[in-house]
């Protein structure tokens, strides 16, 4: 049984739970995650895959 996880998603589902729990951390979570898939984009690890 293999599972793989994309890194990506991993990212949106923690930031969208500190963003309930703590919505004023919007700005600064919103702001990390878009350097965080970009900086992915440029290096491409995109593709991370865990196994």
């Known amino acids: 049984m293999n599972i793989t996880l994309s890194i990506a998603p991993l990212i949106s589902l923690i930031a969208g739970i500190l963003i309930l729990v703590v ?27 865990l196994h």
């Open 23 to 49: 919505p004023r951390l919007l700005n600064y979570i919103v702001a990390i995650y878009l350097i965080i898939i970009g900086l992915l984009g440029l290096f491409g690890a995109g593709n991370l895959n």
